[in-house]
């Protein structure tokens, strides 16, 4: 029966002390349970918080056999110990981290949204979901009252724009209260693909309407829809600058007060964040041939002006409201577009808010499936966000579709007569509804490029080798939005990071590709290294890494290691002083860091992969993987061959496209192996005994199971 | 002839850094200019004069999404 | 309305401004909850600078919350109840005439009262009508 309670569980909120709860809260859904668990003193020493948690929660819940619609696997939302802070822009992050249905191994998402800093002044540092509803529910926890409850949500709908409001009404007892709501949703596409996301809401008291982000990759909102949830809800009254209790509020004021500043005066000389967010990027990527167009076959488009962040400045974007996703934060890059009429599909002339748009969105639904159209990038935004759908799959998806298309590898016969050509946005948008049902073509795309690519070998008989090189997936995961081709050190970003290729771990394009900053092998190692490992602590804090490096102190050039963005990695290490009361240096912050990313490698191994092997990109991610791609850069190629010292007078096009390949190849490969052992893995990419024990994670089970993979 | 981020660039009479940055593409709001290891100032770009066998670096940082 | 201004060639630097706007707001007569500050000049330059708020409301729309408001009298006046505490609008003020307190939730803000103009011995600080 619809609304009714399924289970009620009761508590007394733990008071929030140095950023911490000190409490989990446990669902377990297939047997309609609720409980509290400790969260140890053990725990936050080695795993700190946030993604950290997650991962710590998961890898005792699930096995290697665990598939990720198993009851076993769990969804895991946590903070961190800075997160809810208001004080410091980017400080209400969550981390989302489960088995995922793309890369059968853990995903970590960090997500914006009032739910992380809800949940922790409701007395939980993190949610913990096991088991599986066998109708769909909503979990209310209520962080004033103290009272968790399981509700049937039989009749209630799944896509998010009627969701997040209809539940944001039902609980708010005012207007007034409606910003202490926090909705975690997803939609139908969810349930019908492999690539679903999680919305994560918050009100926007200004504009008056319900606004979402995205835990995004890796198909989250999958193993959420499985498990039959339709939606999470938190509410909590009586959010204020003190909310975490620091131990040390003067460190945490200081910092924020620089970082307000510098966003006051330079945020307008730099990335324009508060004007345009993200979406800056557009033109900056289509200059230097880094936006990927067309399935990341080219860098750059001639029509690429109409996709900027200019035109959506002057027509799209509403200006003049504060566009933070949580309080305090004045870089405030969640743009929206107020009053968009629908054109398409089931909601169809609705007037919504859409949060759009970011560069990932406007590259992947646009440039890459060849579509310059503004209109068309927020009707896709729209739909993904509203039926659960990531929109860097999606777009991966639709580009790689479309190029098999043109090529004649598949036809109208395999696409249910779409006609998947460059450019067709109205097909694009029919092969997303597709997926919402779980329809036609769209129910075959909606399982990823990988499955998609599978598939299209079984039925066609193509070349598996071609297919390969131009499937943008490394690990199941579909690559988000930077051309990697003339920067080795961003494809070791992409190839070796831990959730599949996704730029949050590394993004070295400028330093390695445009100021030629780290030309050796050991440099561009230490470059992976440092990054990845560094851009991990922000989602064990529940920290946004955008204030990091998107605005940065006027007189950043001068210092030592600009590219680190030194000024600001010490208000880090003062916000977590100020907030745990410990006394952490920049090298002990990143050991934080480096606990967890070797964890999570060796997570992937526990299921079955981690190895060399699964860091093995397309070849498009390393160089031109056609004839087309050679041809449209040849003056560059010709010219890099040359200067290796290849002889290439009279050479054929295919004899030049096999000599950059052996060349890149290589190369990739060596970066490997300086990578490899910079991180302190061996040559198969495992962490060593000795690293393991170095970092404090050489627990038993660790050890047992890297212990095989060492010769 | 003048190195622009370790790589060879024609000079030509009365080159300023604004020239330098847009035969480039160096459209990124994010960039210092270093001419012989001395920084530029935003404000000089186009009046700054570049001389034959100058070393410039134009420093990009990271921003964005990424 | 009226504002305070300032001619900072008149100030003394004695803080009697400072001490009885603590008094006025929060009660107690301490500098550090002042919402007008007095700050000696450092350099070559010998004197004081006198910062305080002209109620120019552009802090109005920085707050997310819709904490700031402007008052019946014409003041910008925060609303301690709404306020996160987030002090973008400290970083945000284009007179940097908002103050922050470890103890105290809300920035420390200007309410127009005058008391600062009373105890000021000198003259330095005065209202003044501004429309």
């Known amino acids: 029966m619809a609304g009714k309670i399924l289970a009620t569980y009761e508590y007394t909120p733990a008071k929030v002390e140095k950023g911490y709860a000190g409490k989990t809260l446990y669902i377990n859904l297939s047997e309609m349970t609720i409980k509290e668990k400790p969260v140890t003193e053990k725990m936050k020493e080695i795993f700190v918080g946030g993604r950290g948690f997650g991962l710590w929660y998961l890898w005792n819940a699930v096995s290697s056999d665990t598939k990720w619609n198993d009851p076993e696997n769990e969804i895991i939302i946590a903070g961190g110990p800075i997160c809810g802070i208001t004080q410091y822009p980017g400080s209400g992050k969550a981390a989302v981290v489960t088995l995922s249905p793309l890369t059968g191994c853990p995903m970590d998402n960090n997500v914006g949204g009032y739910f992380a800093p809800l949940l922790k002044f409701s007395g939980w540092d993190a949610l913990e979901i096991q088991g599986k509803s066998d109708r769909d529910v909503i979990v209310f926890i209520d962080g004033n009252r103290g009272k968790v409850v399981i509700e049937d949500a039989s009749d209630e709908p799944a896509d998010t724009h009627l969701l997040a409001e209809k539940l944001t009404e039902r609980y708010a007892d005012s207007e007034e209260d409606k910003r202490n709501i926090s909705v975690v949703s997803s939609g139908k596409g969810a349930e019908n693909t492999l690539i679903g996301m999680l919305n994560v809401s918050f009100y926007d008291v200004k504009r008056r309407a319900v606004r979402v982000k995205q835990a995004g990759r890796g198909g989250s909102g999958t193993v959420f829809r499985d498990k039959k949830i339709k939606a999470v809800v938190v509410k909590y009254k009586g959010v204020t600058g003190d909310s975490n209790n620091p131990a040390d509020k003067e460190k945490i004021i200081n910092a924020a007060l620089r970082l307000h500043k510098e966003i006051f005066e330079l945020d307008k000389l730099q990335n324009r964040m508060r004007e345009v967010g993200t979406a800056n990027l557009v033109e900056v990527m289509n200059d230097y041939d880094l936006l990927p167009v067309m399935n990341f076959q080219y860098g750059s488009h001639p029509d690429a002006d109409k996709i900027t962040s200019k035109v959506f400045r002057e027509k799209y974007f509403t200006q003049n409201v504060p566009d933070n996703c949580w309080y305090g934060c004045s870089l405030s890059c969640a743009k929206a577009v107020d009053n968009y009429e629908v054109k398409t599909g089931p909601y169809k002339g609705q007037k919504v808010c859409v949060d759009a748009a970011e560069y990932e969105t406007i590259a992947a639904v646009a440039a890459n499936c060849g579509i310059f159209d503004p209109e068309y990038v927020i009707e896709a935004n729209f739909y993904c966000d509203t039926y659960g759908l990531d929109t860097i799959s999606f777009g991966n998806i639709v580009g790689f579709a479309m190029e098999c298309y043109e090529r004649g590898i598949i036809n109208k016969e395999i696409t249910g007569g779409l006609e998947l050509k460059f450019g067709n946005a109205d097909a694009a948008l029919e092969l997303l509804h597709q997926m919402a049902r779980g329809e036609g073509f769209g129910k075959i795309a909606g399982q990823g490029v990988k499955n998609l690519r599978e598939y299209i070998l079984e039925k066609t008989g193509a070349d598996p080798k071609l297919l390969r090189d131009i499937s943008m997936e490394i690990k199941g995961l579909e690559v988000s939005m930077y051309v990697s081709k003339e920067s080795l050190a961003q494809q070791g970003g992409y190839a070796f990071a831990n959730k599949g290729p996704q730029h949050d771990e590394a993004w070295l394009i400028f330093m390695d590709m445009v100021n030629k900053q780290i030309p050796t092998f050991e440099d561009k190692a230490e470059a992976l290294h440092y990054f990845p490992i560094f851009r991990t602590w922000f989602s064990l804090q529940g920290l946004c890494k955008l204030p990091w490096n998107d605005i940065v102190p006027a007189d950043n050039a001068m210092t030592d290691e600009p590219h680190k963005i030194p000024a600001h990695v010490q208000n880090y290490v003062d916000l977590f002083n100020g907030v745990t009361g410990k006394n952490i240096t920049k090298e002990e912050l990143l050991l934080q860091s480096e606990r967890v990313f070797n964890f999570q490698r060796i997570f992937n191994l526990k299921m079955g992969k981690g190895t060399r092997e699964y860091d093995m990109p397309p070849f498009r991610l390393l160089g031109p993987a056609t004839k087309e791609e050679y041809e449209s850069r040849a003056e560059r190629y010709d010219k890099q061959l040359k200067e290796l010292g290849y002889d290439i007078e009279g050479k054929a096009k295919e004899e030049k496209m096999t000599m950059l390949r052996q060349y890149r190849e290589s190369q990739f490969e060596k970066l490997m192996d300086a990578v490899y052992k910079r991180r302190g893995w061996n040559k198969n990419g495992v962490p060593t005994l000795e690293t393991a024990k170095k970092l404090g994670i050489d627990f038993p089970d660790v050890v047992e199971l890297i212990a095989k993979y060492q010769v | ?66 | ?131």
């Open chain 2, 1 to 66: 002839m003048i190195k622009v981020n370790n790589e060879d660039l024609d000079f030509t009479d009365g080159m300023t850094v604004e020239d330098v940055l847009r035969i480039k593409k160096y459209s990124h709001p994010m960039i210092t200019v270093i001419v012989n290891g001395k920084v530029i100032p935003v404000d000089s770009y186009s009046t700054h004069k570049i001389k034959d066998g100058d070393v410039i670096n134009v420093i990009h940082f990271m921003s964005g999404g990424c």
């Open chain 3, 1 to 131: 309305m009226k504002i305070v201004k300032s001619r900072p060639d008149l100030c003394t630097g004695c803080r009697a401004c400072m001490i009885a706007c603590s008094k006025v707001l929060y009660k107690v007569e301490d500098p550090d909850k002042s919402a007008i500050r007095i700050k000696e000049r450092s350099g070559a330059e010998s004197g004081y600078d006198i910062f305080v708020c002209n109620h120019c409301g552009k802090c109005i729309s920085i707050c997310s919350v819709e904490a700031i408001y402007k008052a019946k009298n014409g003041a910008v006046r925060i609303d301690a109840e709404k306020c996160v505490g987030c002090y973008m609008c400290v970083g945000f003020c284009p007179e940097q005439a908002m103050f922050v307190h470890k103890d105290i939730n809300e920035p420390i803000k200007c309410i127009a009262c005058g008391a600062c103009v009373r105890a000021c011995p000198t003259g330095a600080i005065y209202f003044e009508e501004q429309d």
